[in-house]
């Protein structure tokens, strides 16, 4: 239902007055507001509080896997809330919904990732692989691992010791004083994570975290291989290796888990966006048996962490739901071959713009740089990504731009997309292209 105008122009005040986003321009809310007011979501639609409908390009914020309006999920939602909407967890306490989870993640996840600890997102699951990967060392005996070692162009969250793991420099640098120990090597170098250990020492690293495809960074997808090698060396030098499937979880990448597309298990993984589509917040850590069976065999008192809403009630019946609608409906097969038809526009548009350089997409993730030169690579002088995104909500899209040292736009529909809902989004991506093109050359 449309609101009158007085009332977009009263919303549009007090967002201005009162609401501090994240990962916003400050001055251009305060200049102009909010670019959105959304009021409905349905399927790969989002609608404003003008009537204004556009397609979810990114999933919102690469987490909504089963699109909006999803009623089951609201059913169950209201029916555990009806019953018992939070209980604790801590001092042993527990609920039906937490356990009933933990065990279906166990089933689901690679290898022998088997025991799972609850958190409220991405950045407190990243937090808190840091910290049980450093417990795990004091309990070893070994206090002085306590390095973590992450990449370049890697994105861990906002939380002070993801931030301090986060390998995109602008996010550490937005505050005056990071968490020490933490190491940062370049992309997808084997012999950049080698020199890091050599250089400071393997008796001092205690993991190494990485993103299966970095998403923030700009959809970098990592050589073959790589992965492969990157658990050798953790092998070699008893490094935890931990992977960040906060993005790529829960069949983004077109296999259930991102790191399952390389054939290896990490020591333990982080979750949170897709488990439950942003219909909840929830996020976790798996830990493998064997490391898990090392914690119970070596503390002999509390765990001291632990957050309020770790197992809540009501986002874990939530998950369940969201977790059967992606096996009922058989979306991680969809997100591969809907990824292949992505990667398929993107190649064609490559083709047939000057601007477009490198395209790359696994399952449906994917990333288009923007240049001023395909033969070179050169960028432009001033990122041409954030008017494309521009270009294209106005067209009906939402896309996402990256320029932190590269300029790329960035895509995560959901994974209910078709193949008609996708040719829409690269006719609209293709007239956004034409349309800054015959403005920039």
Known sequence: MLKEVPVVQELNELDKKHFIHPTSSISQQQENGPSFIFTEGKGIYLTDITGKKVIDGMSSLWNVNIGHGREELAK???????????????STFSNEPAIRLATKLA???????NSVFFTSGGSESNDTVIKLARHYWILKGQSNRQKIISRSKSYHGVAMGATSATG????????????????????SSIEALLEVIEQEGPETIAAFITEPIQGAGGVNIAPS??????????????????????????GRTGKLFGIEHYGVTPD????????????????GVIISEKVYKDFINLSNGTLLHGYTYSGHPTACSVALK????????????????????????????QEKHEIVGDVRALGLIGGMQIVKDKKTGEGFEIPISPKLVAEA?????????????????????????????????????????????????
């Open 107 to 113: 089933s689901i996840a690679p290898g022998d990732l």
């Open 322 to 349: 969201n977790i059967e609608i992606i096996e009922r409906e058989n979306l991680v097969e969809n997100s591969r071959l809907m990824g292949e038809e992505m990667l398929k526009g993107f190649k064609y548009l």
């Open 393 to 441: 909500a106005k067209r009906g899209l939402i896309i996402r731009p990256v320029t932190f040292d590269q300029d790329t736009l960035v895509f995560a529909p959901p994974l209910i997309i078709n193949k008609e809902e996708m040719e829409t989004m690269m006719d609209i991506l293709d007239e956004s292209l034409t349309a800054v093109e015959q403005e920039i050359l």
């Open 225 to 250: 291989g790589y992965f492969q090698e990157v658990r050798k060396i953790c092998d070699q030098y008893c490094i935890l290796m931990i992977t960040d499937e906060v993005i790529t979880g829960f």
């Open 268 to 283: 333990m993984m982080c979750f949170a966006k897709g488990v439950t589509s942003g219909y909840s917040q929830l996020g």
């Open 76 to 90: 169950v939602a209201q029916e555990q809330m009806s019953k018992l909407a939070f209980s604790s967890c801590f």
């Open 168 to 187: 995109l420099k602008p996010f550490r640098d937005f505050t005056n004083s990071i968490a020490p120990d933490f190491y940062h090597v370049e992309g």
